[in-house]
């Protein structure tokens, strides 16, 4: 069983950067698929970035390519999301989560994640 917990977000400005972290805890952590999510409340939880196993491989939705930028240290089992140039349109909670599978290596769909942590507010003022 892992335990992430995220940490990290704010208050900013538009224009501004933060950087995300999210420790996990009670697994192997190099085992797991890691991704980034976000959810404004009414709305339905979206993609924002997701890393492999080992780091090679990671890919981001469309809205955040350029901007946000995720990675990981397996060493200190914890996985990042740098966000650059922030926008009022970033404004949300930011979820970490774990995929266990070993059938994919990087994955943008929710549901394929096993272990969700408690999730960090970003707020973006204009």
């Known amino acids: 069983q892992v335990q992430l917990v995220e940490s990290g977000g704010g208050l900013v400005q538009a224009g501004d950067s933060l950087r995300l972290s999210c420790a996990a805890s009670g697994g192997t952590f190099s085992r797991y698929v890691t991704g980034w999510f976000r959810q404004v409340p009414g709305k339905e939880r979206e993609f924002v970035a997701t890393?492999?196993?080992?780091?090679?491989?990671?890919h981001y939705a469309g809205s955040v390519e350029g901007r946000f930028t995720i990675s990981r240290d397996n060493a200190k089992n914890t996985v990042y999301l740098q966000m650059n140039n922030l926008k009022p349109e970033d404004t949300a909670v930011y979820y970490c989560?774990?995929?266990?599978?070993?059938?994919?290596?990087?994955?943008?769909?929710?549901?394929?994640?096993?272990?969700w942590g408690q999730g960090t507010q970003v707020t973006v003022s204009t």
């Open positions: 989560a774990a995929d266990r599978s070993a059938s994919w290596s990087i994955s943008s769909y929710g549901t394929t994640y096993d272990y």
């Open positions: 890393i492999s196993r080992t780091g090679g491989s990671t």
